[in-house]
């Protein structure tokens, strides 16, 4: 398959899952009287979309950052993608859940594996692209993947301390959960900073 047509296909899986986000949305059938309470309850969906919307922007910004470094696919490079879209298209589903159950921990703890699954498959992208240089603009350093590591392990023991605390604290799984996202998003805003002084 041509790099720009997998370009082209996970951007199109990325605008799904936005959108289908934002679908699980319905207007409150109620009186006018009762709208502002209303939507007060609809608070809890209105915190996980804005949550996973952010978080599915994250992937998807990986996901170009690492297309930008490939040069060329092979089959084992378009099933790994297959898979990391498979994790990042599940997305809505826990959204809903948690939305609907927002401090059930069964919802929550969905919510965190799915994020381990999609980070461990995005971290398995770069060990492939590590070990097969060919495939790659320039070749994956060493350095960088063991730079990487610790990232994606406190990000992952943060998300599994997140599903754990499901059953005890829910609401800390939530401040958890956007805790990673605030981090990552400063992380990745920094390493991206055009304005950045560049070294040597």
Sequence with gaps: MNKKRLEAFTDGVY???????????????????????????????VGTYVLSFFIVGLYWLAHHRAA????????????????????????????????????????????????????????IITLYMKGHPELCVSAVSSEA????????????GIYAAAIALAWIFPWASYFLYALVLAWL????????????PKSG
Excluded: K
């Excluded at 605008?15 to 809890?44: C, E, N, Y």
């Excluded at 063991?146 to 406190?154: F, K, M, N, S, T």
């Excluded at 998003?185 to 950045?196: D, G, I, S, T």
């Design 145 to 156: 993947v063991r730079a990487l590591i610790p990232v994606y392990a406190v990000t992952n």
């Design 185 to 196: 998003m400063v992380r990745y805003a920094r390493l991206n900073n055009p304005f950045r």
């Design 68 to 123: 930008s470094q490939i040069r060329q696919i092979d089959g084992t490079f378009l099933w790994l993608n297959l898979i990391w879209l498979l994790f990042v298209s599940v997305m809505p589903f826990p959204t809903s859940l948690l939305g609907r159950y927002p401090l059930q921990p069964i919802p929550i703890a969905i919510y965190g594996i799915d994020l381990i699954l999609a980070n461990v498959t995005g971290f």
């Design 15 to 45: 605008a799904i899952v936005i959108t289908l986000l934002i679908l699980d949305f319905r207007i409150p059938d109620v009186q006018a009287a009762a709208l502002g309470s209303a939507l007060v309850r609809m608070l809890p969906q």
